[in-house]
């Protein structure tokens, strides 16, 4: 398995080989996952309104998960940005975090599932604070 070209050559390859994961894994992970959501008649919707050109969408939500996962430094956006005003709640992401858990489950191998799956959790919580302290205004 050939790491993946990373700012941290170290720490990916020590990351790589404690969790199984590869960027050839998180492809994987990313295209089915997004499949699942497009299909999925809660999610879909709201990812239809804005995604026009999903194999862009999908290289850089593996380009993201390279970074989170394996410190690969491959992602270099502005994840809350493009969340905040969303339509999404709390209904929203608990059917995100359900269908990432299965996806991941099913894709990755088990120590590299936990770890993703423990990143989404904690990313997820994150975007829901920015999102909520969006929707309340500066004052909050
Ligand atoms: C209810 C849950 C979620 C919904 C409905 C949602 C929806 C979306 C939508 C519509 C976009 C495209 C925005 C645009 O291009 O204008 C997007 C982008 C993105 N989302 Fe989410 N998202 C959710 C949860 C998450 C979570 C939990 C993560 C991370 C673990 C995440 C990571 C990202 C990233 C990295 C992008 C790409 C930002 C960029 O273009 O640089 N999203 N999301």
Request: glycine share 6%; charged share 30%; proline share 2%.
């Given at each position: 398995m050939t790491a993946p070209a990373s700012?941290?050559?170290?720490?990916?390859?020590a990351l790589m080989a404690?969790?199984?994961?590869?960027?050839?894994?998180?492809?994987?992970l990313v295209r089915t996952f997004y499949a699942r959501?497009?299909?999925d008649p809660l999610l879909a919707p709201v990812f239809a309104a804005r995604v026009t050109d999903w194999e862009a969408h999908l290289q850089r939500l593996t380009a993201f998960w390279s970074s989170?996962?394996?410190?690969?430094?491959?992602?270099?956006g502005r994840p809350v940005a493009h969340h905040v005003g969303l339509p999404a709640g709390p209904d929203h992401f608990a059917r995100w975090l359900a269908l990432f858990r299965a996806t991941a489950s099913e894709v990755c191998p088990p120590e590299g599932?936990?770890?993703?799956?423990?990143a989404a959790e904690r990313i997820a919580l994150s975007l829901q604070s920015a999102?909520?302290?969006?929707?309340?205004?500066p004052e909050g």
């Open positions: 700012l941290r050559p170290e720490m990916t390859a404690r969790t199984g994961l590869s960027d050839e894994i998180l492809d994987r959501v497009r299909q989170v996962a394996l410190m690969t430094g491959r992602y270099h599932a936990a770890h993703v799956i423990a999102m909520a302290r969006h929707e309340k205004g």
